[in-house]
């Protein structure tokens, strides 16, 4: 029989193989990377219908996080303020602006201001903020640096992997009560933030579920 | 691998903005701007012919912008809502409570809502009234779908085309000056009963202004002749209110007081602390039940006769003779008896020797004669003051809708107002309404649905929902309950009383046309207060009376009222004639309302319609309810059942049946018919309230129309009656619950009171695990820390559950469980996670069992069941994707979005209390499931709002189950770490109820932690009648019951058979250990062994 096959084809399977598993490799790695939260959901940043500058209304006029996201103490709900809430300096400071029309005939008419949702958990989670604030999780934990973002993005994945490593590890994340609105604080150096952060998780009992129900009902 | 990426939003939204922004983009403040922010050659891009497809591609050129320009595929948008106004008190993400009342025609229901970002969502009963303590019972907690129905009636019609409400307006208040013209002549008002002060107040207010125009009151449901009756012995005005919780031997003339007409949150309740027995020497009432139909008040009854309802009338003029009631003429020439007298006799005994703690009540289809009777029966026993007393209640007079028939007739009517009511459904049938409204010029209707009478009215307004409206109430203890509206009418609904008001030229307020706020109420509350000095008086009450609820202190006093027998007009019809004597040929008709539907109000209710009945867990349809004999007799059906399921009827499961043709009085009914055991003899029951020609899409076509043989003559019991088999094709019920039989494993547990305090442990003696070894596994049961978590666990008292299904509806409401339609019902896939599972039981029923015949008086057993979260569990291992698991406080968790389908777990429970979704039933319709895809997809917006946002909506092939309600136990965790600041690990002892428990009005279902050694369900755990279903499965079930106990009169005939049954089953057994060996075997064979016949006192010795 004549030779069908050319001798490079010898190596043909092989390198078949090698290209297999190269390309499922970095396929894997894409995926783990590519398809998590990790990317598709850190940067995002979409424009807002009013052009809400954090970093003047926090850090430089100094409003607390909790004059607008008022039931964050309470209920499970952030809760993005009402036009009643933005008025009440807005009645006073920049009456004209051009950028407030929006909020001002929200005001007038009735209409809400149709906020676009950056941090979105699925439907079938149920996620309190309420609990967390209250057990020394600060904003910044979950949100990154609120006080220094123009425009506010999506800083953390919030994936469930995510959040359950701080479930399962509190001590990284929980700070003195009275820092949790500080944007700014951090402690002086991961070690410290371990040892105060298991301190406060002893004396406030703090023994965050890792069971579905407390966050799929 | 940060990086900020300024991703651009959808095109959508770019549009949205700029769309908004180019509505002001010709001022010159926006040119300013444009210019600075843009500076190179904004003007030339923003002018009047520039496009916005241009104006777009240039800005997404400039990168120096944030994103602004056409997108790609990037994650669709989300937004976020939040007021304009921040409403006062709302807490975004948490609820509030507000109370009410549910207005009805035998006492409002006092009832505190949930109310979650405006709308309600969950009804409870209002726990400050002692009437209700905090219960309810189903109907009132399925009311709130009324409210979201989106087949109610949302617009203004006439001739049954759609107009705006300012035309109703305008011909409204033409008609209003041409009534006030001639003083209302030629107008007539129909309205229903809704026992409301203002409304009576208002009806009263409208006699006065309009005197020549005639009121009437018409309420289907109420036969009147029990008020009738206490009038005539009491005085006018009279109300009679039962103290059960009093009475220690109780009997029962037909009444269903526990889940039928005459049933109130406070007789449930009263009879329930009663009953429920905190330890083997507990006193416990009795209950004597003799009824016409199989009732939840013959299921919780010691000792039942069943009994025809015609010859019931009998058994109260011997009642009346035997305790010395003989002062009434009624009882010359006693009536003949239809049953043995030795159980009457014994029966008053001990009515007797109770001492004034003893209560006889009769069933509202008892005539009045019987209701006169049982009245003179409880004065001889000395009962007032004790187990019922009188008070006064003037109500005002107004015709009867038999008497406004003949006014319509007489031609004097022409203008008709129809407030509420659905005369042309359900008026008698002799007074032939449909022709009459016909006759009647105009017909103004108010109603909550486009129904039939909207039908044939000319004009069609929307009601309100109670929920939406202002009003008040009288109470079931007769208290004045308030009235307060949750939401802002949905529909421009209005109220009865806002329409009297209007007529009455109410001041309604600037642009108002109606009186929607409280001032109608007001005007009503303060004749109802003694004088407020001060307006700071009046606002405090006012507040507390709305805060409430109810008017504190407002329960009117009893006063002792001698019994007066006045009534010459009665004499004719109190002689108790001698009962007929009933066969085959002359059949007694008894109309009841259904303990679902109601008188037909609730006929468009998903929840209720799928709801199983509490006896024959029958859905969506009602039947003529009879006896095996009878059903035999008429030659429809043989009488012969295969292993405790009717035979020839079922067919792979689902339930058929032959429709009949039943005639009375010359007026005929098509409809199926359906056996029961323990039905009397020559009897039909004929549920009322189905058979709508014209409802929602719910509601429509469902049932039969049993209004059609009632007549004014005739309301409740109709005698010479026949039934004829029709060719029609076999009618398919959708059953829950066909079978009866436990098939010899002790699920239920029960035994006589004295059985039980000779043997206290008797549970434990009962079940297979009592002659089966100890579990001993290799495997370690899973480590539960009681110290530093919750351990949750229930405990369902059996001798209080009386079946009335608030826990079904209740749980329903919470977890916002789908309905699935008939026809899945009819497969078994019911979606409603605890369920109410209902077995016959009773030496008799187990010889007539054996013999393979339906038994005919059996005792009847209720057992609720729900997901028992047990330690170990079943379902739990064979997931395969781990979407149930189990937590550290003894919760077994289900995962929606994880799980895939597979049911396995269903397949493993062995209670089989998993549920799937076999379809998307939110949002395909039901009638069209199995279209797929291809089907119509759509959810209502209104049953949107009623959803309960702690808890997912599941979708197509996820399975759920009871969670314990874990929303409200993740809420009450949270909330209390908050309060404590974190000190506090635990909530405070039984601060916690979960949704059925919350309805349960006998108080039944108790939930609590059972690491906490004060809390009620500890305490119940650790009694001896507590027990596990299917103990021997070693699933270790988080919940329990406490076996049931009854309470015979040994002195009566057959009572020590009652409550017998299983324990008669384990005597059958240990007798037989010898012969084991070669019988063993056979354990598991039911023929041989005769499982089904669980006790055969009798032919024990024949048969081995």
């Known amino acids: 029989m004549a030779n069908i096959f050319p001798t490079w084809t010898k190596w043909l399977p092989l390198k078949l193989v090698i290209a297999m598993l190269c390309l499922g490799t970095m396929t894997a790695v894409a995926v783990t990377y590519y398809f998590t939260p990790k990317y598709t959901r850190v940067g995002y940043q979409p424009i807002q219908p009013v052009s809400f500058d954090h970093s003047l209304h926090v850090n430089q006029l100094g409003i607390d996080c909790r004059y607008c996201h008022q039931s964050v103490e309470v209920s499970g709900t952030s809760s993005v303020p009402s036009t009643q809430t933005c008025m009440t300096c807005h009645t006073q400071i920049k009456k004209q602006s051009p950028k407030l029309e929006i909020v001002r005939s929200s005001w007038a008419t009735g209409e809400s201001i149709p906020w676009v949702k950056i941090h979105k958990a699925p439907d079938y989670v149920y996620f309190n903020h309420a609990i967390h604030v209250n057990s020394g999780v600060s904003c910044y934990s979950c949100h990154g640096q609120i006080n220094q973002m123009e425009v506010v993005w999506h800083d953390q994945p919030q994936s469930m992997g995510w959040c359950l490593e701080c479930h399962r590890h509190p001590e990284g994340n929980v700070r003195p009560k009275d820092q949790v609105y500080n944007m700014d604080w951090r402690a002086e150096s991961p070690s410290v933030q371990r040892k105060e952060g298991q301190k406060f998780v002893k004396e406030w009992n703090i023994n965050p579920p890792v069971n579905c129900a407390a966050c799929h009902r | ?1104």
């Not at chain 2, 000319?458 to 109670?466: K, M, R, V």
């Not at chain 2, 004014?712 to 060719?727: C, H, W």
């Not at chain 2, 500890?1018 to 919940?1039: G, W």
Request: net charge neutral.
């Open chain 2, 1 to 1104: 691998m940060k990086r900020i990426v300024e991703h651009p939003p959808e095109t959508g939204a770019a549009k949205a903005y700029w769309r908004s922004v180019e509505d002001f983009s010709h001022t010159e403040q926006f040119q300013g701007w444009l210019k600075t922010e843009f500076p190179q050659g904004a003007a030339e891009f923003w002018g009047d012919g520039v496009s916005r497809r241009s104006f777009l591609r240039l800005m997404g050129a400039s990168m120096a912008l944030a994103g602004l320009g056409l997108s790609a595929c990037r994650r669709p948008e989300a937004h976020i809502l939040p007021f304009t106004k921040t409403p006062e008190w709302q807490i975004p993400g948490k609820t509030l409570n507000y109370a009410t009342s549910l207005p009805r025609r035998n006492g409002g229901a006092p009832l505190l809502i949930t109310s979650y970002s405006g709308r309600p969502i969950k009804i409870e009963g209002n726990p400050l009234h002692e009437a209700c303590k905090g219960k309810s019972d189903s109907l009132a907690q399925a009311s709130i779908l009324n409210l979201y129905d989106p087949d109610r009636s949302n617009r203004f019609l006439k001739n049954g085309k759609n107009i705006s409400s300012a035309d109703a307006i305008k011909a409204l208040a033409e008609w209003k000056k041409s009534w006030q013209a001639n003083q209302g002549k030629g107008l007539a008002i129909l309205s229903e009963d809704n026992l409301s002060p203002t409304e009576d107040r208002l009806q009263a207010e409208f006699s006065a202004k309009y005197p020549a125009a005639v009121r009437a009151v018409y309420e289907p449901a109420t036969t009147g002749f029990a008020q009738a009756a206490i009038e005539t012995a009491y005085g006018k005005g009279s109300i009679i209110r039962y103290n059960y919780e009093k009475a220690k031997v109780i009997l029962s003339l037909d009444a269903d007081f526990l889940t039928g007409d005459e049933a109130t949150l406070a007789s449930v309740r009263g009879f329930a602390d009663g009953r429920r027995m905190e330890n083997a020497d507990s006193p416990m009432n009795r209950l004597y039940a003799i009824e016409s139909r199989y009732t939840n008040t013959g299921a919780a009854a010691d000792h039942r006769q069943r009994l025809p309802a015609s010859h019931i009338a009998a058994v109260a003029a011997k009642l009346a003779e035997l305790v010395g009631a003989k002062s009434l003429p009624i009882f010359q020439a006693l009536p003949e008896l239809q049953m043995d007298p030795k159980w009457i006799i014994e029966a008053a005994k001990d009515l007797m020797s109770a001492e004034g703690r003893a209560l006889v009540v009769a069933g509202s289809n008892q005539p009045a004669s019987v209701h006169l009777a049982v009245a003179a029966i409880n004065e001889a026993l000395k009962a007032q003051g004790i187990t019922f007393e009188i008070y006064k209640r003037p109500r005002p007079t107004s015709l009867s809708i038999v008497e406004l028939a003949d006014v319509i007739k007489s031609g004097q009517i022409t203008d008709l107002v129809i407030l509420g009511c659905n005369p042309v459904y359900n008026a008698p049938a002799d007074l032939n309404w449909t022709e009459l409204q016909k006759s009647v010029n105009t017909v103004i209707r108010l109603g909550a649905y486009e129904d039939e009478t909207a039908a044939l009215s000319t004009w069609h307004l929307p009601q309100a929902h109670y929920l939406e409206t202002w009003g008040d109430s009288v109470l079931q203890d007769g208290s004045h309950g308030c009235m307060q509206p949750l939401i802002l009418p949905l529909y421009d609904g209005l109220s009865s009383s806002q329409f009297l008001a209007y007529l009455l030229d109410a001041p309604a307020g600037v642009d108002k046309v109606w009186v929607d706020g409280p001032e109608l109420v007001q005007e009503t509350f303060k004749t109802k207060v003694a004088a407020f000095a001060t307006t700071y008086a009046f606002d405090n009450a006012w507040s507390l009376f709305v805060r409430d609820g109810f008017l504190k202190d407002s329960k009117p006093r009893a006063q002792a009222s001698p019994f007066v027998f006045a009534g010459a007009s009665m004499i004719a019809e109190t002689r108790i004639a001698s009962p007929q004597a009933l066969s085959k040929d002359n059949l007694e008709v008894v109309f009841i309302t259904d303990t679902k539907v109601d008188d037909g109000r609730y006929v468009n209710n998903g929840w209720l319609q799928e709801l199983p009945d509490g006896i024959t867990k029958l859905t969506w349809d009602n039947a003529a309810l009879m006896s095996a004999k009878t059903a035999d007799e008429l030659g429809i059906y043989s009488g012969v059942h295969v292993k405790g399921i009717v035979a020839g009827l079922t067919d792979a499961g689902i339930y058929f049946s032959d429709v009949i043709t039943l005639t009375v009085d010359g007026r005929s009914l098509d409809i199926p018919f359906l056996i029961v055991p323990g039905h009397p003899d020559y009897t039909l029951t004929l549920p009322l309230g189905y058979g709508h020609e014209k409802t929602g899409r719910v509601g429509q076509g469902v049932g039969f129309n049993a209004y059609k043989l009632r007549t004014s003559q005739a309301p409740a019991i109709l005698t010479n009656a026949t039934v004829i088999k029709t060719s029609a094709p076999r009618y398919k019920f959708a059953i829950t619950q066909e079978h009866w039989s436990m098939e010899g494993r002790d699920i239920v547990r029960e035994a006589p009171i004295a059985y039980y305090k000779e043997n206290p442990g008797f549970v434990r003696a009962l079940g297979i695990e009592s002659h089966t070894p100890e579990n001993i596994t290799f495997y370690k049961s899973p480590p539960f820390d009681y110290e530093k978590y919750h351990q949750w666990g229930m405990s369902i008292d059996l001798t209080t559950c009386i079946g009335c299904n608030a826990c079904v509806i209740a749980c329903q409401s919470e977890n916002n469980i789908a309905i699935v339609g008939k026809d899945q019902v009819a497969k078994g896939r019911e979606l409603s996670w605890i369920r109410i599972d209902r077995y016959f039981s009773g030496s008799q029923r187990d010889i007539e069992m054996g013999k393979g015949v339906i038994p005919s008086d059996p005792e009847m057993i209720l057992q609720p069941v729900t997901c028992l979260h047990c330690e170990n569990a079943p379902c739990e291992t064979v997931c395969p994707v781990n979407a149930t698991v189990h937590n550290e406080e003894g919760l077994n968790v289900m995962v929606y979005n994880r799980c895939i389908g597979t049911r396995y777990c269903a397949n493993n429970c062995p209670y089989k209390v998993r549920r799937f979704n076999w379809f998307d039933y939110n949002q395909r319709q039901l009638d069209q499931l199995y279209w797929g895809p291809l089907g119509p997809k759509k959810v209502e917006e209104t049953i949107k709002l009623s959803k309960n946002p702690n808890v997912s909506v599941r979708m197509r092939g996820v399975m759920e189950k009871c969670t314990f309600c874990v929303q409200r136990i993740e809420t009450a965790k949270i909330d209390h770490k908050i309060l404590t600041k974190r000190t506090e690990r635990k909530i405070p002892t039984d601060s916690l109820q979960v949704a059925c428990q919350q309805a349960c009005p006998a108080d039944a279902i108790v939930f609590g932690d059972l690491s906490d050694p004060n809390s009620r369900v500890t305490k119940l755990k650790s009694r001896e009648l507590d027990y596990s279903l299917l103990d021997y499965l070693n699933t270790r079930p988080r919940l329990t019951y406490l076996a049931r106990v009854r309470n015979p009169n040994m002195r009566m005939p057959g009572a020590e058979l009652v409550g017998m049954s299983l324990v008669n089953a384990r005597i059958h057994h240990h007798a037989e250990t010898e012969g084991h060996g070669e019988e063993g075997a056979a354990h598991g064979d039911t023929k041989a062994h005769g499982h089904e016949a669980e006790a055969k006192p009798a032919e024990h010795g024949s048969k081995h």
